[in-house]
Nanobody, 116 residues
Framework: DVRLVESGGGLVQPGGSLRLSCAAS????????MAWLRQAPGKQLEWVSG????????GYAASVKGRFTISRDVAKNTLYLQMNSLKTEDTAIYYC?????????RGQGTQVTVSS
């Protein structure tokens, strides 16, 4: 079975950084594009970033471009999201998902709260 387990969320002050991780299993991680999605309280699910299976041309939502970096370690079957210069509006549950748009299976999510 496909399994995606996110970790690394928490409480951070505005301007701070966090690194999210997603441990993938049950499918060929190296052959799949991956994505990060997020859902803020009272808002719809939002695509944050995607990465092709060959690590080429990662994409970012305009709201996070220049602050977030997506990467993957194929040897560890792990997807990452480095988040810098965090803002209060980045507060959300962050999900790891299969597919560049994140339209396939996704994990249970990890909470990120940006607050002073």
């Amino acid at each position: 079975d496909v399994r995606l387990v996110e970790s690394g969320g928490g409480l951070v002050q505005p301007g701070g950084s966090l690194r999210l991780s997603c441990a993938a299993s049950g499918f060929d991680f190296a052959s799949n594009a991956m994505a990060w999605l997020r859902q803020a309280p009272g808002k719809q699910l939002e695509w944050v970033s995607g990465i092709n299976r060959d690590n080429g041309n990662p994409g970012y939502a305009a709201s996070v471009k220049g602050r977030f970096t997506i990467s993957r370690d194929v040897a560890k079957n792990t997807l990452y999201l480095q988040m810098n210069s965090l803002k209060t509006e980045d507060t959300a549950i962050y999900y790891c998902a299969r597919g560049y748009s994140g339209s396939l299976s996704r994990g249970q999510g990890t909470q990120v709260t940006v607050s002073s």
